[in-house]
């Protein structure tokens, strides 16, 4: 048999054009990426039920990024319409490309017994959010940790859940590095990890990430005894929660202590008490561990919706933070500029586990040297001119020969000074470009 008959809609999607989430490099000295997730909504035109077996992403137009084929198992009756999305049979299929991507992409649906696959192109572009400045205000603050404490989160690694709704989301934790142990765990070492007080981001406080309106909330639900899932599942799986419309995305903030919900915000003019206006960094409650959480963290994640459960993910970009590969996270504490902390402008996360810094970075000591140099050969070059200017500064024991020889040492050893310093930046930059060099492709033709 040729190709099935099936109707295709793919998200996330804007103007008819597919769209991916555009990731923050791990670091300032990296290349930032894009997430491409997938949804979608099937319907099967033909007269018999039609066995999906396999999804085989491909990409058309530079640069070349190999096709991705991915396992399905979704038998889909006559006439029914049904959705596959990435990590509907277990960890997110989740691509990670490079940015710019390419302008295109073809799906190919395998059937059992059909010779052909069913067919689908779609343009291929960034996805640009509608928050103000094409992205969010964090919802945590520097000013909130304690010392040594980083936020932490990542890209690309969150389940699917809720028919695909959560490719986006993020779960946000707080961590603080732990020297004996080399790691960062969530939680004190040497403290109790069956107690929520024992975790890092525990009672912080969470923010509001724009302005908006309250959708929907929860209270009251009494905190898990972590670590681990609950058994059974509690219902709601939100825990204690706000859904917050923020203009065309509505976003899910979870897992909050009971009775810390913000009562301004519970107070709405809706028989409910939802319908309350929400200003962007309003406090919203403090973190806790109820709903299915193993832990304490937050959870957020956007959709385009505005019902709860109702609509398509949508990847979740921040301004105004700064990420950096935890691994890569030095033992300074606040940060500063010496480490290559990379600073977010309408990008989502990155694909491995990074510090977040939600807030300025100190001066390093790199930078101040950088500064200390050419301010001392600017001094002795002014100092110098003085010494030779009628008037100016003068040598009482040295007399106007020697204080004139003097001067002119002075500006030739200044000047000599910013000679060489130039020809050290342009020596450091050539050493910066070198690792840049592949050799494996010098080796092999």
């Known amino acids: 048999m040729s190709a099935p008959n099936l109707t295709v809609i793919a998200e996330p999607a804007e103007a008819g054009s597919l769209v991916y989430g555009a990731l923050a490099a791990k670091s300032s000295n990296e290349s930032a990426n894009g997430q491409l997730s997938l949804i979608l909504t099937i319907t099967n035109n033909e007269a018999a039920t039609v066995h999906l077996n396999q999804v085989k992403v491909s990409f058309v137009g530079p640069p070349s990024v190999s096709p991705s084929p991915i396992i399905a198992d979704l038998p889909i009756l006559p006439s029914q319409t049904l959705q596959w999305f990435f990590g509907i049979l277990g960890p997110a299929n989740n691509i990670i490309l490079p940015v710019p991507a390419p302008g295109a992409i073809k799906l190919k649906l395998f059937c059992d017994n059909f010779s052909d696959p069913a067919e689908v192109d779609l343009?291929?572009?960034?996805?640009?959010?509608?928050?103000?400045?094409?992205?969010?205000?964090?919802?945590?603050?520097?000013?909130?940790?304690?010392?040594?404490?980083?936020?932490?989160?990542?890209?690309?690694?969150?389940?699917?859940?809720?028919?695909?709704?959560?490719?986006?989301?993020?779960d946000l934790l707080i961590r603080a590095f732990d020297s004996a142990n080399n790691n960062w765990p969530t939680s004190v070492p040497g403290s109790d990890n069956t107690k929520n007080q024992s975790y890092h981001i525990w009672a912080k406080p969470i923010y509001a990430m724009a302005n908006g309106v309250v959708v929907q909330f929860n209270d009251g639900m009494a905190a898990n005894t972590p670590p681990g899932l609950p058994i059974p599942t509690p219902?709601?799986?939100?825990?204690?929660?706000?859904?917050?419309?923020?203009?065309?995305?509505?976003?899910?903030?979870?897992?909050?202590?009971?009775?810390?919900?913000n009562p301004v915000l519970t107070s709405g003019p809706n028989p409910d008490g939802t319908g309350a206006t929400v200003t962007q960094g309003q406090v919203?409650?403090?973190?806790?561990?109820?709903?299915?959480?193993?832990?304490?963290?937050?959870?957020?994640?956007?959709?385009r919706t505005t019902t709860p459960w109702g609509g398509p993910t949508r990847p979740l970009p921040f301004n105004d933070i700064y990420v950096l590969d935890l691994?890569?996270?030095?033992?300074?504490?606040?940060?500063?500029d010496d480490a290559p902390w990379n600073a977010v402008s309408a990008q989502d996360l990155p694909s491995v586990n990074s510090g977040i810094w939600p807030g300025p970075l100190k001066m390093g000591k790199k930078k101040l040297w950088r500064w200390?140099?050419?301010?001392?050969?600017?001094?002795?070059?002014?100092?110098?001119?003085?010494?030779?200017?009628?008037?100016?500064?003068?040598?009482?024991?040295?007399?106007?020969?020697?204080?004139?020889?003097?001067?002119?040492?002075?500006?030739?050893?200044?000047?000599?000074g910013f000679a060489s310093r130039a020809v050290e930046?342009?020596?450091?930059?050539?050493?910066?470009?070198l690792p840049q060099i592949d050799a494996k492709a010098?080796?092999?033709?």
């Open 442 to 445: 010098d080796l092999h033709s």
């Open 235 to 261: 219902n709601p799986v939100e825990g204690n929660h706000f859904y917050i419309q923020h203009g065309d995305d509505l976003a899910l903030y979870a897992h909050f202590q009971a009775g810390t919900l």
């Open 372 to 416: 200390v140099g050419p301010l001392a050969w600017a001094w002795i070059i002014f100092i110098g001119g003085l010494m030779i200017t009628p008037g100016g500064v003068g040598c009482p024991a040295c007399g106007p020969e020697l204080t004139n020889a003097l001067g002119i040492v002075s500006i030739v050893l200044g000047v000599l």
């Open 425 to 433: 930046s342009r020596a450091a930059r050539q050493r910066i470009a």
């Open 284 to 303: 919203l409650g403090l973190a806790g561990n109820t709903g299915n959480s193993s832990e304490p963290h937050l959870h957020i994640q956007v959709n």
């Open 123 to 170: 343009t291929l572009g960034q996805y640009q959010s509608p928050a103000t400045d094409g992205g969010y205000s964090f919802p945590g603050r520097s000013a909130d940790l304690s010392k040594g404490e980083f936020w932490t989160g990542l890209s690309a690694a969150h389940g699917a859940a809720g028919g695909g709704t959560q490719l986006f989301a993020y």
């Open 327 to 336: 691994s890569a996270v030095p033992d300074v504490w606040p940060p500063n």
